[in-house]
């Protein structure tokens, strides 16, 4: 249900991790919660983050919801597709609807993220 | 139903079962913070409390030829306002709850936002705030967030009483502050140009400044934008009629007190915010916001439209702890804007300007009154240097029935004899010339 070789929070946000760099999304389930995005507001290129800290915010017409940061690292590219296509995230939320890429700077953090399984796990008991 | 709905027979009863005195819901508070005493007067008949107000308000001064100015304004208000404002559909405080199911309220909000658009020449604003003091506290906290910077530069010839908002409002904020020294009764651009560097988010600045000067901000919007950072300007509705607009003048906000757009001078208000920025910013902008759509019938409808930021979906990351308005008063500058009509606005501002300046040449030509700038760039507020302490002069004059002007040592330092003196296009020539003989013989 939830690709493999992705790492996943309890709030629902994903990074894939290619050496340093990890790329950072929102899952399915999230997507399907909020509805039909209309609004992203992208982290800036070049701020650091903490793992757990609000990254982004992710707005439908009901709600607007931080999205936190799934590794600890550097901003080096925001997807900025998002600025007009929110609805990205909807369609392909691990493919084109990517968020943000992160420069991974403490890598033991990465303990604390869950594989596909535990995460389907997860979501099963909510 | 009152207040407090139940009766001390069910309070004594609920707190027996609970096993509590009264005193001990308190026990959280200090003692020292509890007081048993109010030290409130004894009740009255309603005869009394009549007799008894009607003698405090006797008190006051209301029949005063006002030439006071200071932020708060005194325009001609058309009595068709009240008749407007006054119906029932439209007479409530607040945009109201279901606010889709007002139709009326939700288009008249649209429009007094699109008014004050055209006015202020900016793309999107709000459906109003508190008042231009907390206007302007907004358009920094925006600026703040859109940039994601700490630094604030605003020039001391902006509103002291919004300096003094902006100051108590930031005091427990990681926010810097750079006040800048206007010189000439302009904004310091040398100051200005020094301390802007990549920390700062906006500069802040007024038209006409508090003095009554006018100016052209645009190179200063220049210098902010080439840094990052937003030019916010605050405006005086009425002179927009003749003034260069700070849309014009490539400013991100705009922010004002809109009291002249039909509201009465009453001490503590109701008064009017009004805010206005670019449209890349309008996700950054607090409060409400009445969009225009189509329902599902394809008809016009009007709805409160980016809720998302707001208090109630956002809790404490919302864009503003001001979760209300003025819609009344929203609605009144919205029937003065369009009763007065562009050309009335435009007229309205020139007798002002005019007058002004008429009053200027018969004041400054009293011996021992001098004009304290050197500049003549002003709209209908200008300051004298009188040769003696500006607040006993303006005591003096309350006495012949005139409030003569606002004492700038209240705010400004080595300006004891300085006098901000107000002409709007209510003041007649007659009026000027009795206020001038006036003033000479108060010296």
Known sequence: MFPEGLLYTKEHEWAKVEGKTATIGISDYAQEQLGELVYVELPKVGSKFIQGKELAIVESSKAASDVYAPVTGKVTQANSQLESKPELINQDCYGAGWICKVDVTDETALKNLMDSKQYEEYVKGL | ?443
């Open chain 2, 1 to 443: 139903m009152p207040f407090i709905s139940n009766t001390p027979a069910q309070q004594k009863q609920m707190l027996a079962e609970i096993g509590l005195s009264m005193e001990d819901l308190f026990a959280d508070i200090p003692r020292e913070l509890l007081t048993g005493d109010f030290n409130l007067p004894d009740q009255m008949t309603e005869q009394k409390v009549r007799e008894h107000l009607a003698a405090l308000a006797g008190k006051n001064h209301i029949d005063l030829t006002l030439f006071l100015g200071g932020g708060f304004y005194d325009h001609f208000i058309p009595a068709a306002i009240y008749s407007v404002i006054s119906r029932g559909e439209f007479y409530t405080a607040y945009t109201p709850y279901q606010p889709e199911l007002s139709q009326g309220t939700l288009q008249a909000v649209y429009e007094y936002q699109s008014a004050i658009c055209r006015l202020t020449d900016m793309e999107a604003a709000n459906a109003s705030l508190y008042d231009g003091g907390t206007a302007m506290y907004e358009a920094m906290m925006m600026a703040l967030r859109i940039t994601g910077r700490n630094k604030i530069i605003i020039d001391d010839s902006v509103n002291p009483i919004y300096r003094v908002m902006i100051h108590s409002y930031t005091r427990n904020l990681s926010i810097e502050l750079d006040e800048t020294h206007c010189i000439d009764g302009h904004a310091n651009r040398e100051q200005i140009l020094k301390a802007l560097d990549e920390k700062s988010a906006a500069v802040i600045l007024q038209n006409p400044n508090f003095f009554g000067c006018i100016d052209d901000f645009s190179d200063i919007a220049e210098a902010a934008h080439k840094n990052g950072a937003l030019l916010i300007v605050s405006c005086y509705p009425i002179s927009l009629g003749i003034l260069k607009t700070p849309g014009a003048m490539d400013a991100d906000i705009v922010t004002g007190e809109g009291q002249s757009l039909g509201m009465p001078m009453s001490f503590g208000g109701p008064y009017l915010g009004f805010m206005s920025s670019r449209m890349k910013y309008v996700r950054k902008m607090p409060g409400r916001i009445v969009g225009r759509t189509k329902d599902r019938d394809g008809k016009r409808a009007f709805v409160l439209t980016l809720q998302a930021r707001e208090q109630h979906i956002r809790r404490d990351k919302a864009t503003s702890n001001i979760c209300s308005n003025e819609a009344l008063c929203a609605l009144t500058a919205l029937v003065y804007l369009l009763l007065m009509g562009k050309e009335g606005l435009v007229e309205t501002a020139q007798l002002c300007a005019g007058k002004a300046n008429y009053a200027y040449e018969r004041l400054t030509a009293i011996p021992g009154v001098r004009p304290h700038f050197k500049t003549k760039w002003f709209f209908n507020e200008f300051v004298l240097d009188l040769p003696c302490e500006a607040a006993d002069v303006v005591a003096r004059l309350i006495e012949k029935g005139y409030a003569a002007g606002f004492p700038l040592n209240r705010y400004y330092e080595g300006m004891e004899n300085s006098l901000l003196v107000c002409v709007t296009e209510k003041r007649t020539k007659q009026q000027i010339g009795m206020f001038a003989e006036a003033l000479e013989s108060a010296l």
